[in-house]
């Protein structure tokens, strides 16, 4: 049998590459699997070599001791990878099948499922709705920043693609679609964003880049996107939008006025989520200033849309609210001015077959725009401090070298 190696998380701040057990189709004991799947049988799945698995900004959120992850977690939901084994029960897909997997873990049977509301799956994690792999909280389904994984219920879930080949050459962008495209698209439906709207994206982080990338093919006017570093605002500039800097100007509306003419947008999508900074000289945590800001400089009847993650255990918060995701939001400002809000996990299926034939055919540069970078497995760890550091980066781990 052949070895695995992975990413594993081992305590705040520290991740590095270990051993770990070459995947069955069974879940198994081990650190983050919540009891009640242990031994959870799964014909319906395979086991992948991954091909592509990217490190996430929900990834540095455990890395960075703000979840309340175990040591011992294999990290990555991001998985991109070939079909060398079947269980008894997958009929379509195929070994040598060259797949994408949504980040989200979903049955395909019970009614989320059956209404396309796969991030709310309610058969995979035993404590609440919703799953992904090596993520905290989410049924402990093992990670695959590996060298193989395996996937559940892999008729439902698995996007395959087309041509082997075309598909090797696109791998940069159709890494992608496990995760980062689907959630800035989600994002930026979600905020309603149309032919001619103005748009403001708050965070240039690879999330952010995908919902700035999203809007622009969604036909957006004009793209605004604010963040604090000026690396990562150079790159979202790279491919066209315009940027505001908020360590240098805490008002964000004069800034926006500055370009638009107006202190207001069509359309505001959060890619920053629980750790947010206030703005201006000077700033500190304030995680519900993102929030804030959006509603400040959305329109009255706009729509935001909250890709950004939050989290209801945060030991690592600024005081006991936050610690239980509990946030000083002007919600009674969203009232006020009719504002539309929706959040959570992107439901990825809803977008990612149509993400690819954009991609297939030239019409979308997802790496481009996130500045894709390949490393290796054993690369993982310096990838993971320089991310941390605010690296304008998207790191692609390439377990097996198979990446031109």
């Known amino acids: 049998m052949a070895g695995n190696r992975a990413v594993v998380y081992t305590g ?4 590095e590459v270990s051993d770990i057990d070459f995947p069955g189709l069974v879940l198994r004991d081990g650190p983050g699997v919540n009891p009640r799947n242990v031994g959870r049988k799964c014909e319906h799945g395979v086991i992948l070599k991954v091909v592509s698995t990217n490190i996430c900004g929900s990834d540095q959120h455990m890395v960075r001791g703000r ?3 175990p040591s011992g977690l294999v990290l990555g939901h991001e ?36 209404e396309r509301n796969t991030n709310v799956c309610l058969n995979v994690n035993p404590d ?12 402990g389904w093992v990670g695959g920043q590996s060298e193989y994984v395996m996937v559940p219920y892999a008729d439902f879930q698995l996007l395959k693609f087309p041509d082997k080949e075309q598909a090797m050459e696109k791998i940069r962008d159709l890494t992608m679609l496990s995760d980062i495209f689907p959630t800035g698209y989600h994002g930026a439906v979600s ?27 969604l036909g957006a006017a004009v793209v605004i996107v604010g963040d604090l570093n000026g690396e990562r605002l150079a790159q979202a500039r790279s491919f ?20 638009l003419g107006v202190p207001e947008v069509d359309s505001a999508i959060d890619c920053v989520g629980f750790e947010a900074h206030g703005h201006g000289h000077g700033h500190t945590e304030a995680p519900a200033t993102v929030l804030n800001s959006i509603m400040e400089v ?10 950004g993650l939050y989290v209801t255990g945060d030991p690592g918060a600024i005081d006991n609210d936050a610690k239980v995701g509990t946030l000083k939001i002007r919600f009674g400002l969203g009232w006020a001015k009719s504002h539309t809000f929706v959040t959570g996990q992107t439901p990825v299926m809803q977008y990612h077959r149509e993400l690819m034939m954009s991609i297939l055919n030239g019409k979308a540069q997802i790496a481009k725009a996130v500045n894709a970078t390949v490393i290796s497995l ?15 980066r998207k790191f692609v781990i390439d377990p097996h070298g198979l990446i031109k």
Do not use: W
């Not at 965070?203 to 919902?211: E, M, Q, T």
């Not at 959305?298 to 890709?307: E, W």
């Open 240 to 259: 066209g939008c315009e940027t505001v800097n908020l360590s240098e100007h805490a008002n964000l509306g004069e800034q926006i006025e500055q370009i």
């Open 12 to 15: 705040p701040g520290k991740v």
């Open 298 to 307: 959305t329109r009255a009847g706009g729509r935001l849309g909250i890709p």
């Open 128 to 139: 609440r709705p919703g799953s992904a792999y090596g993520y905290v909280d989410m049924g």
């Open 191 to 217: 905020a309603g964003v149309r032919p001619g709207s103005t748009v403001y994206v708050a965070g240039a982080g690879p999330v952010g880049l995908a919902a700035a990338h999203s809007a622009q093919l």
């Open 67 to 69: 979840t309340t992850a």
């Open 79 to 114: 998985i991109t990878g070939e079909v060398i084994e079947l269980g008894r029960d997958v009929e379509f897909i195929k070994k040598g099948d060259l797949v994408s997997v949504p980040f989200n873990i979903a049955c395909g049977r019970c009614r989320s499922c059956k």
């Open 378 to 392: 054993d690369d993982a760890p310096r990838a993971y401090q320089e991310f941390d550091k605010g690296a304008a």
